[in-house]
């Protein structure tokens, strides 16, 4: 397995899929080198576990077998690249960030939730996807497939808590998050309208 985040879609999917374990550690370290792909991952994950459990294989991974696996992932889910998750944030200033907060007129925490993706982006009004996406100088479609990948730790948590950090936290509603930012009532009803 190389450590270049460059490689293809398939040639990272080829590399899991020839791996001696397909266990939970195997998967972990696929999906924190290669995040962008971890729906393509988890559902060969349980492919090749599958076949496993079935008796589909007899013999330790060879050509063959990788070959059979990855067809039938492909016939399945085709990875296509072109449809790679892009990370609004990853290249945003805090500055910029800070403007962002004030143009939306809401609190840090309201884009750190963005940030880490624990908002379910379809309980966002389409305005405001539209108002973050510009500000973040990324398109809707970038944004609501960064979006719909689960939750992320937030840079620097693991500075913060007391025990080991998570990412395996349900998504919230829009309006849930900005009540847990402390945001007004009449500023949380404005931006919970929508904008026609």
Not at 31 to 46: F, K, N, R, T, V
Not at 65 to 90: G, H, K, M, N
Not at 143 to 172: N, T, V, W
Request: aromatic share 6%; with cysteine; charged share 25%.
């Amino acid at each position: 397995m190389t450590d270049s985040r460059n490689d293809s879609a398939e040639e990272i999917l080829l590399a899991f899929a020839v791996e001696q374990a397909h266990d939970n550690a195997t998967l972990d370290r696929y999906l924190q080198l290669y995040p962008h792909l971890s729906g393509e991952l988890i559902d060969l994950s349980l492919d090749l576990r599958l076949q496993r459990a079935t008796g589909e294989i007899t013999a330790p991974a060879d050509e063959a077998w990788v070959e059979a696996s990855l067809a039938a992932f492909r016939a399945t889910s085709p990875v296509q690249a072109s449809a790679a998750v892009v990370d609004p944030f990853a290249n945003v200033a805090p500055q910029e960030l800070v403007r962002l907060r004030r143009a939306l007129d809401v609190p840090s925490g309201v884009i750190q939730g963005f940030s880490s993706r624990l908002v379910d982006i379809a309980s966002v009004p389409a305005w405001f996807v539209d108002a973050l996406a510009r500000g973040l100088r990324s398109t809707v479609d970038d944004l609501r497939r960064f979006m719909a990948a689960p939750p992320r730790l937030a840079p620097g948590i693991s500075y913060k808590a007391d025990g080991a950090p998570s990412a395996e936290q349900e998504k919230i509603t829009f309006e849930d998050l900005l009540k847990q930012c402390k945001v007004p009532d009449e500023r949380r009803q404005q931006l919970l309208a929508s904008q026609d």
